[in-house]
């Protein structure tokens, strides 16, 4: 530093410290025991844990920032979502009483009609009916020919159904009617239907049916209640119980 | 009273009657912090005119300065307990001041920003909502002297706020380094830097003087 510069710097130091002080007004002790006496000791305490004042918004606005981080790794992928609706139509052309062929309210229909026409056969259940329709654009066709298979435990899908027409044709008969069609008068008891009277010339009557017999089946169908499901009533035999034995009579 | 709630505790320390100017600002601390007011007072008494001195230069505003100076001594007085004798009461009263003189900066500069929203609105609209930018002149002729004095302080508030502390401290105030380093909690290279700094700025300012 040159000579020059000190003495400027002695004269800037001089200059500063040549400045007259000022002095505190007269009333000053007054005001500062007024300030003093109306002043909030609470307000001059020291903040608790200042540095929260800028860690709480900042651990906010961190917390805020995961977040949106996590659920955007973690979000649903959108193209392994299969759309269902691309069909631009508004809704109320597509809902109508008669869908046409090669609507997917059509093929749902087609669908369940041809499940009941083959039930009984040789069929596999969830497989949707072969059509040539083509399915229209107002569906994926992933979205309905893959649904997903959901069957109880023990029960085979591929398992054909018995007799399938009797038991399309089940209706409740009235064993009462069907007994007094045979001739036969009885009445429900806690062991079944207990022949009361037996009517003359009737067929029972023939076929030796006696009052107290407990009538136990009809067609080798078990009556135990006041109908039974049957397909059709052929009144071929019946199952007695007799002094406690079980006989079986053949009806003309 | 604030200060009442002191005079219980401090009838013991007035027991020994002492003159305030005979003792040490840490005795006087002491005292005061055992209750006896009238040792506080000798603390007002002997750094109220330093105070204000300083934070009128610092400030350039008389009033300003007188409030924040009793800003200042209310604070010490409140937090008088938690005071501890590491180091000189005058550094630490001075830092306080300090604080209270760059925060009022900040509001002026604010103040300024917000008066200057005021350009923007429609003309017929009530401007009294906003605090006119503070463009006070210098106080009394009484208390600036010459036009000299007037130019000088004038340089002095228009230095940075982290070079006008520090010159005003060293040159005005007549703190030593070391002083003015713990006032300002600088090292002491950057405290005789920054002034040597300010020196320079105020020596273009008062080209005219050299």
Redesign the interface.
């Known amino acids: 530093m040159t000579n020059k510069n000190l003495n400027?710097?002695e004269?800037?130091?001089q200059?500063?410290?040549?400045?007259?002080?000022?002095?505190?007004?007269k009333d000053?002790?007054f005001?500062?025991?007024a300030?003093?006496?109306a002043?909030n000791?609470k307000d001059?305490?020291?903040r608790s844990f200042p540095a929260l004042r800028i860690a709480a918004p900042l651990g906010l606005g961190l917390v805020v920032f995961a977040f949106f981080v996590v659920a955007g790794l973690f979000s649903v992928n959108d193209e392994s979502v299969p759309q269902v609706a691309l069909d631009p139509t508004p809704n109320a052309e597509r809902i109508t009483d008669q869908p046409s062929e090669n609507s997917l309210a059509a093929v749902i229909v087609n669908s369940d009609r041809a499940s009941a026409e083959n039930f009984g056969r040789e069929s596999k259940p969830n497989a949707l009916p072969k059509t040539n329709a083509p399915i229209s654009d107002a569906s994926r066709d992933s979205a309905v020919t893959a649904p997903n298979k959901f069957n109880p435990p023990g029960l085979d899908p591929n398992k054909s159904i018995e007799k399938p027409n009797d038991f399309m044709n089940l209706q409740p008969l009235a064993v009462k009617e069907m007994l007094s069609f045979l001739g036969i008068e009885a009445n429900l008891s806690r062991g079944g239907w207990r022949v009361q009277s037996v009517t003359q010339n009737s067929v029972a009557e023939r076929a030796d049916v006696k009052p107290n017999d407990v009538i136990k089946a009809i067609d080798d169908t078990k009556i135990a209640s006041e109908t039974v499901q049957k397909s059709s009533f052929e009144g071929k035999k019946l199952t007695v119980l007799r002094d406690g034995k079980t006989i079986e009579i053949a009806l003309q | 009273m604030a200060l009442d709630k002191k005079e219980n505790a401090g009838a013991e320390a007035r027991k020994t009657i002492v003159p305030a100017k005979d003792l040490s600002d840490h005795e006087l601390i002491e005292a005061a912090k055992n209750g006896d007011e009238t040792a506080f007072a000798g603390i007002v008494a002997r750094y109220k005119s330093q105070i204000t001195n300083y934070l009128y230069r610092f400030l350039n505003d008389y009033e300003e300065a007188v409030d924040l100076t009793q800003e200042t001594f209310i604070r010490v007085y409140f937090a008088i307990e938690r005071y501890h004798t590491d180091y000189a009461f005058s550094t630490y009263i001075y830092r306080i001041a300090t604080n209270l003189a760059i925060s009022e900066i900040r509001k002026r500069k604010r103040r300024k920003l917000i008066s200057m929203t005021g350009l923007f609105r429609f003309e017929g609209e009530d401007a009294q909502d906003f605090q006119p930018p503070d463009e006070k002149p210098l106080p009394d002729e009484d208390l600036l002297g010459d036009e000299q004095s007037r130019t000088i302080a004038k340089a002095i508030a228009t230095l940075p706020q982290k070079y006008r502390a520090p010159i005003i401290l060293r040159d005005v105030e007549g703190k030593s380094y070391d002083e003015v380093a713990q006032i300002l909690k600088l090292g002491l290279g950057t405290t005789k830097s920054r002034i040597s700094r300010a020196r320079g700025l105020l020596k273009e300012k008062l080209r005219h003087y050299f």
């Open positions: 400027e710097d004269k800037i130091r200059m500063l410290g040549g400045l007259k002080k000022v002095e505190a007004p000053f002790d005001r500062l025991k300030r003093i006496a002043a000791p001059f305490q020291p």
